[in-house]
């Protein structure tokens, strides 16, 4: 059993940066992979990033890479998300996600967090 808890939401202009925090509990967590999502109300969670156990493997999607950065410290049981040059169209809740295997599809992770708003202001 994996339980994530995210933290570092919150507002900021527009080209300003966050990084995201997804703290896990479990003893296994260092094998999973894990992936951030985003969701807007009223429409589809996206996958954003995406890194493996090892960090060896890491997706990101199309709108945000090169701007976002995910990295994980298996030591600390955590894994971040560095998000810069932020757009209003980031304004989402950021989940976190854990799962067996790497993949861009909420149906492969199985240990979901609560959520983090992240508000971009234009």
């Known amino acids: 059993q994996v339980q994530l808890v995210e933290s570092g939401g919150g507002l900021v202009q527009a080209g300003g940066s966050l990084r995201l925090s997804c703290a896990a509990s479990?003893?296994?967590?260092?094998?999973?992979?894990t992936g951030w999502f985003r969701q807007v109300p009223g429409k589809e969670r996206e996958f954003v990033a995406g890194i493996t156990w090892s960090g060896i493997s890491i997706y990101y999607s199309d709108s945000v890479k090169g701007r976002f950065a995910i990295s994980r410290d298996n030591a600390k049981n955590t894994v971040y998300l560095r998000m810069n040059s932020l757009k209003p169209e980031d304004t989402a809740v950021y989940y976190c996600?854990?799962?067996?295997?790497?993949?861009?599809?909420?149906?492969?992770?199985?240990?979901w967090g609560q959520g983090t708003q992240v508000t971009v202001s234009s």
């Open positions: 479990g003893r296994t967590f260092s094998s999973y992979a």
């Open positions: 996600a854990a799962g067996r295997a790497l993949g861009r599809s909420g149906d492969q992770y199985d240990y």
